[in-house]
């Protein structure tokens, strides 16, 4: 069974900092992506960051980029999402999701295989 576990979220000031952490399951690494994603109320999920297994090269959204770092640590199957910076337009629902079949869009939610539950961010003004 393949079990992904969100967890690391928080209320914090803005200009702070959190690290989300995902704790991966049951997984067999290879062609595959683990991506974080984000909803806030009212609209619609959005692709914050992606790391790719074999190569362990990372992507991030444009609104991000460069505050927010991903990366894995294999020996404890875990991904962190370290979120620097922190803006109040930040705040929501962070998810971690796997891409496994090796035919995935990683910025497509639909093209995820499977979804950790979601760990609240809110970033006060």
């Known amino acids: 069974e393949v079990q992904l576990q969100a967890s690391g979220g928080g209320l914090v000031q803005a200009g702070g900092s959190l690290r989300l952490s995902c704790a991966v399951s049951g997984l067999t690494f290879g062609n595959s992506a683990i991506a974080w994603f984000r909803q806030a109320p009212g609209k619609e999920r959005e692709g914050v960051a992606c790391i790719v297994s074999d190569n362990d090269d990372t992507v991030y959204s444009d609104s991000v980029k460069g505050r927010f770092t991903i990366a894995s640590d294999n020996a404890k199957n875990t991904v962190y999402l370290q979120m620097n910076s922190l803006k109040p337009e930040d705040t929501a629902v962070y998810y971690c999701?796997?891409?496994?079949?090796?035919?995935?869009?990683?910025?497509?939610?639909?093209?995820?295989?499977?979804w950790g539950k979601g760990t609240q961010v809110t970033v006060s003004s």
């Open positions: 999701a796997a891409a496994v079949d090796g035919d995935y869009d990683e910025w497509d939610p639909d093209d995820m295989d499977y």
